[in-house]
């Protein structure tokens, strides 16, 4: 069943079609979850103030998270698909429809294939954050993603690009986006709820706890720098035990906790960032780190590489002496290029444009 809250038995005419009707042109934004913190939830907020300046309405939809329309099929898990009568009528008033990493990621593949059938034929952009190949866990998978020639694909890096091009997907890549405007954060104020002195280093990780995100390398490197160990999200997929474990071991102090204040406030409070993640579609953290001017130590993933040769000075993460020479003597022409390039490549405002240019080559505009 889908619960909605601003769903007008006026706006919807035969299943799966939008209704013709005044006012602006109506998107939907379709996943698992959304308005958490995990990065397709982020990105996801991005595409849709993106996707308002251009023009359109915004409506959520998803298996759980504060949306304005759930359908507890879609969740992760989910024991059943939503019924397809359901995904037609939460959809039936979207002129465009962004599939968001829910028919790219078999992490419910009923609800992927039933909201593939519904969008036949109709204006989408599947958006792809890490396809089913990508985990060796889904890599049996081939009916991820689906095609039709009314949608249009989209990466969030040029090495899944090419991994679409090889199977005979046309994709396009567009990059998150970040709000390079950002408030500055509070250092002294959160150090202090956070019972951190001011001589002490923190190094923060800023993550969900699973185990890609390689929890204890970040320890490792806390450790070699003799720094408190910040990690920022919740245990998840299991990962609970496992987390216990490396963390009672530490030699070193450990926080795990969400910020006190606000994300600008953890960076701030933060002396350096850790990302030593195995495998990231993305990875926001590093770049987040670079608008706060913050340090980042970051793992070698594959995406890594490809940021990496577009400018960035990041710190490995299995050797802590360049971090802590920096940090004894501060490099700001460092922080100055990892910012500058953030601000040039990787705004909210090069997301909408790209956006804008997928939407008119589609024939899409609002």
């Known amino acids: ?85 359901d995904v037609a009528t939460a959809l039936a008033d979207a002129d465009l429809v962004v599939v968001e990493n829910l028919c790219t990621i078999p992490l419910n593949l009923g609800a992927a294939l039933r909201v593939a ?114 990690l920022l999200g919740p245990a998840e997929d299991g990962y609970e035990g496992e987390l216990r474990d490396v963390l009672a071991a530490a030699r070193t102090p450990v926080l795990h906790r969400p910020s006190p204040g606000s994300m600008a406030d953890a960076y701030a409070a933060a002396d350096a960032v850790v990302f030593p993640s195995t495998w990231e579609g993305f990875g926001n953290p590093p770049l987040e780190a670079a608008l706060h001017r913050r340090p980042a130590a970051v793992g070698p993933y594959p995406v890594a590489a490809e940021l990496r040769a577009l400018g960035f000075s990041w710190f490995p993460t299995d050797d802590p002496a360049p971090l802590l020479a920096f940090l004894a003597s501060p490099d700001p022409d460092l922080l100055d290029r990892n910012e500058d390039l953030v601000r040039a490549r990787f705004s909210q405002a090069r997301v909408e444009a790209d956006l804008r240019a997928l939407i008119g080559a589609a024939g899409w505009g609002p």
């Open 1 to 85: 069943m889908v619960v909605v809250t601003n769903l007008t038995s006026e706006r919807v005419t035969a299943i799966g079609m939008p209704a013709t009707r005044p006012g602006p042109p109506v998107c939907a934004i379709v996943s698992f979850r959304l308005g958490g913190t995990d990065g397709v939830s982020i990105v996801a907020r991005s595409w849709a103030a993106a996707l308002t300046s251009i023009g359109y309405r915004i409506i959520t939809v998803a298996g759980s998270g504060p949306v304005d329309r759930v359908l507890p099929g879609l969740a992760i898990g989910a024991q059943t698909p939503p019924d397809r009568a």
């Open 117 to 230: 059938g519904v969008l036949r034929g109709r204006p989408a952009i599947l958006h792809h954050h890490d396809p089913a190949w990508q985990r060796p866990q889904f890599a049996h998978i081939d009916v991820l993603p689906p095609q039709d020639s009314a949608w249009r694909h989209v990466t969030i890096n040029r090495l899944t690009e090419r991994e679409f091009a090889r199977r005979g997907l046309a994709a396009t890549t567009i990059y998150n986006g970040f709000d390079v405007d950002l408030p500055e954060g509070h250092r002294h104020a959160t150090r202090a709820a956070l019972g951190i002195g001011d001589g002490t280093l923190l190094l923060a990780h800023p993550v969900r706890a699973i185990a890609r995100k390689d929890v204890p390398a970040a320890v490792r490197l806390a450790e070699g720098l003799g720094a408190t160990y910040w």
